[in-house]
């Protein structure tokens, strides 16, 4: 980021006054600087982390609660799997299917990633039903920025989703823990959605891997859990009924998936 450039060593004047160890206010003053640019470096050094080239698997729910009556609510549980090369009009892609309630793999449209930290997708021509609701993703088959991790700044408002674009802006940005390191995480605001999300680098969205195009209402959806060679991750924040369906354990062999031609 920009501002990591702007951090200088703090010099300090040595003199011959005692300084002791703990919460005296000249020791917290003269350590708080020292803090904030361990923290600022730590921040600044994290790598970026790509979005998979590999096979990977999002795990995902969708909740209809548009009934008072619990009895008449329901959740579906869906998979992403993206895996596999194909060429769309010139331009390489992973190939990405779809399957809900375990029933069958559809293919969905291609994923790329540029050079500037964007991620591509290609639609297929049409949206797959979740529940009672379409995903809104282009009736076409031209190619749409799903996300972007280039040079985000708080207050960023991105061009991303419906048509015309709705309000997606990035309101905060830290670091999740997902297996051994470290990853950005920017928080989104969408006029859309009626929760939070939360983009993770090398993951998508905390709410859905369509998450730019998708809206609730009565109902909401969530990212349920994330798998990838040598990466296994499941969302903190997860509170539904149905178990997350794939091995949290040793990610060397991920689910057999035949997908349909």
């Not at 923290?39 to 008072?68: E, H, K």
């Not at 207050?155 to 940005?173: E, F, H, K, Q, W």
């Not at 929760?195 to 993951?203: A, K, S």
Request: hydrophobic share 40%.
């Amino acid at each position: 980021a920009p501002w990591c450039a702007s951090v200088r060593p703090v010099r300090q004047r040595i003199t011959g006054d005692p300084v002791y160890l703990g919460s005296h206010p000249t020791t917290m003053r003269r350590l708080l600087p020292l803090v904030l640019c361990c923290w600022v470096a730590r921040l600044c050094a994290q790598t970026y982390v790509p979005f998979p080239t590999d096979t990977a698997v999002w795990n995902g729910i969708y909740l209809w609660n548009g009934s008072p009556n619990p009895a008449e609510q329901y959740e579906i549980v869906y998979r992403h799997v993206l895996g596999g090369d194909t060429v769309l009009e010139g331009t390489a892609y992973k190939k990405l299917h779809y399957n809900a309630g375990g029933v069958a793999w559809d293919y969905y449209g291609g994923i790329r990633e540029d050079d500037q930290r964007n991620i591509w997708y290609r639609p297929p021509g049409w949206a797959i039903l979740i529940g009672d609701v379409y995903p809104q993703t282009p009736a076409g088959t031209d190619e749409v920025l799903l996300y972007t991790f280039n040079d985000l700044e708080v207050g960023t408002i991105l061009p991303i989703g419906m048509d015309p674009p709705s309000s997606v802006t990035v309101t905060g940005i830290d670091s999740v823990l997902v297996q051994d390191s470290y990853r950005k995480r920017y928080t989104i605001q969408s006029m859309n959605l009626l929760q939070e999300d939360h983009w993770i680098e090398g993951i998508g969205s905390t709410v859905d891997l369509f998450a730019p195009f998708l809206f609730e209402f009565e109902w909401t959806f969530a990212t349920r859990c994330f798998q990838a060679p040598g990466v296994a991750w499941e969302n903190p924040d997860d509170f539904w009924t149905t178990d997350c369906a794939i091995v949290m354990g040793s990610t060397d062999h991920l689910p057999s998936v035949e997908f349909a031609a």
